[in-house]
């Protein structure tokens, strides 16, 4: 009996984190209306607009957010994205993530 309510206890603690773990599901056709600024710069695919900027699409999602939270917070440093994602909510970066996440990327591969 007492390993039974044990074990329950465990589940419910189990579900509490479960449910309060942050969602980073994202609205992609959200997110592509709010990437427009983004495109100019790391396009659609493996289209890249700017000298040295990364190809982001068919990025990881969790990574994306990461990266856009860190540049929003001054924790990564680089002058230009911090202005860009300065005012973006959690729910932006949650979308563009995802639109950028299910972007198919085709990288270009020279051939001879």
Not at 68 to 90: E, P, Q
Request: charged share 20%; proline share 3%; aromatic share 8%.
């Amino acid at each position: 009996m007492k390993k039974r309510i044990i074990k329950f206890q465990l589940l419910i603690a189990i579900l509490a984190v479960i449910s309060s773990a942050p969602s980073f599901a994202g609205d992609a056709a959200a997110g592509k209306e709010k990437a427009a600024l983004c495109l100019t710069c790391h396009g659609e695919g493996n289209t890249v607009v700017g000298v040295g900027t990364p190809i982001i699409s068919g990025q990881y999602r969790d990574y994306l957010i990461h990266a856009m939270k860190s540049y929003r917070s001054g924790a990564r440093k680089n002058v230009i994205m911090a202005g860009f994602s300065a005012n973006l909510t959690d729910k932006d970066i949650e979308d563009i993530a995802a639109f950028y996440s299910e972007m198919n990327s085709q990288l270009f591969t020279p051939t001879e």
